[in-house]
């Protein structure tokens, strides 16, 4: 299997970096993965990663949630029911931003298009990009949504789009310079981007440590913090205008968390640490267990 070994940070290009923890893929293969980090940027990422022509076969379970839509067992039937509450505030969040009602929306990973569907109804014209062929024929089947392979948006004509939203897809994409500057370019002047990540300095990543679920290697290449999310956004001329809670993560999160350190559900336990986390957030947003980054150029 091809995997790539970093020798220098894949963010900053640093070459101050080092092993940090080790974390195991309970969803797919059971293999465990090296976290290295960045002393520079502070970005956390997975080492021995395979390659993007080798990667496929990772996002190949059952149960790999974004990726189907099968509503069994009381985690994914939460996690859908959330879905639906968390697009109507997605929703309102673009609006508050590009301050325009309806306009022209970019989404980058769409999955099985339910985000996209919720635009397109608000009124917004979409274009929608998910790079897994099954999971675009579902899209067209649930929702009647044609989304676009993921490399037509090397293809997309310059500043045609008023706001690009990456909702948990930046820390699985491999060309992750070429994604940022393409973005740049697609978008009009006034745009803003939406990129929804995983906090590894949240109050429930350092509960869970390496159990922590949303290091989910080796589909997560990067693992952010908020820090190493503006490093990353400076050196390609973006803008961080505001940072955005998702209250809902840190429960869904620490949920599955539980499940990967003792084996079994331990919701009473996960929700009070999704309690605590969001607490902390209340205070400091950039220790939310998943943060939206709006940004300009
Ligand atoms: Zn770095």
Same mark, same amino acid.
């Given at each position: 299997?091809?995997?790539?070994?970093?020798?220098?940070?894949?963010?900053?290009?640093?070459?101050?970096?080092?092993?940090?923890?080790?974390?195991?893929?309970?969803?797919?293969?059971?293999?465990?993965?090296?976290?290295?980090?960045?002393?520079?940027?502070?970005?956390?990422?997975?080492?021995?990663?395979?390659?993007?022509?080798?990667?496929?076969?990772?996002?190949?379970?059952?149960?790999?949630?974004?990726?189907?839509?099968?509503?069994?067992?009381?985690?994914?039937?939460?996690?859908?029911?959330?879905?639906?509450?968390? /697009?109507?505030?997605?929703?309102?969040?673009?609006?508050?931003?590009?301050?325009?009602?309806?306009?022209?929306?970019?989404?980058?990973?769409?999955?099985?298009?339910?985000?996209?569907?919720?635009?397109?109804?608000?009124?917004?014209?979409?274009?929608?990009?998910?790079?897994?062929?099954?999971?675009?024929?579902?899209?067209?089947?649930?929702?009647?949504?044609?989304? /676009?392979?993921?490399?037509?948006?090397?293809?997309?004509?310059?500043?045609?789009?008023?706001?690009?939203?990456?909702?948990?897809?930046?820390?699985?994409?491999?060309?992750?310079?070429?994604?940022?500057?393409?973005?740049?370019?697609?978008?009009?002047?006034?745009?803003?981007?939406?990129?929804?990540?995983?906090?590894?300095?949240?109050?429930?990543?350092?509960?869970?440590?390496?159990?922590?679920?949303?290091?989910?290697?080796?589909?997560?290449?990067?693992?952010?913090?908020?820090?190493?999310?503006?490093?990353?956004?400076?050196?390609?001329?973006?803008?961080?205008?505001?940072?955005?809670?998702?209250?809902?993560?840190?429960?869904?999160?620490?949920?599955?968390?539980?499940?990967?350190?003792?084996?079994?559900?331990?919701?009473?336990?996960?929700?009070?640490?999704?309690?605590?986390?969001?607490?902390?957030?209340?205070?400091?947003?950039?220790?939310?267990?998943?943060?939206?980054?709006?940004?300009?150029?």
């Amino acid at each position: 299997m091809e995997q790539i070994n970093y020798s220098n940070c894949p963010s900053c290009g640093s070459a101050d970096i080092s092993f940090q923890l080790s974390a195991k893929d309970y969803t797919v293969s059971g293999e465990e993965f090296p976290i290295w980090a960045c002393r520079v940027c502070s970005l956390r990422f997975t080492q021995q990663v395979p390659s993007q022509a080798a990667i496929g076969r990772y996002y190949k379970a059952e149960n790999y949630i974004s990726h189907t839509d099968t509503r069994a067992g009381f985690i994914n039937t939460l996690y859908h029911r959330i879905r639906k509450r968390t /697009l109507q505030s997605k929703e309102q969040l673009l609006k508050k931003y590009t301050g325009l009602s309806a306009g022209r929306l970019l989404d980058i990973g769409a999955g099985t298009g339910a985000f996209c569907r919720h635009m397109k109804e608000a009124g917004w014209h979409v274009t929608g990009l998910e790079p897994d062929e099954a999971t675009r024929q579902r899209a067209q089947e649930l929702h009647g949504l044609a989304l /676009l392979p993921a490399g037509e948006l090397f293809r997309l004509p310059a500043q045609s789009y008023d706001a690009v939203t990456l909702w948990h897809v930046l820390e699985h994409v491999h060309a992750l310079h070429e994604y940022l500057e393409q973005i740049r370019n697609v978008i009009t002047p006034g745009a803003r981007i939406f990129i929804a990540v995983p906090n590894y300095t949240s109050y429930d990543a350092e509960v869970y440590r390496q159990y922590w679920a949303a290091y989910d290697v080796p589909r997560h290449l990067y693992h952010f913090s908020p820090q190493a999310m503006e490093h990353l956004l400076k050196k390609k001329g973006l803008t961080l205008e505001a940072t955005e809670p998702m209250w809902y993560d840190s429960f869904y999160v620490s949920m599955l968390s539980e499940r990967y350190k003792n084996g079994k559900a331990g919701y009473a336990k996960a929700v009070g640490v999704g309690f605590l986390s969001n607490w902390k957030a209340l205070f400091n947003r950039r220790r939310c267990s998943s943060v939206i980054y709006v940004i300009k150029s």
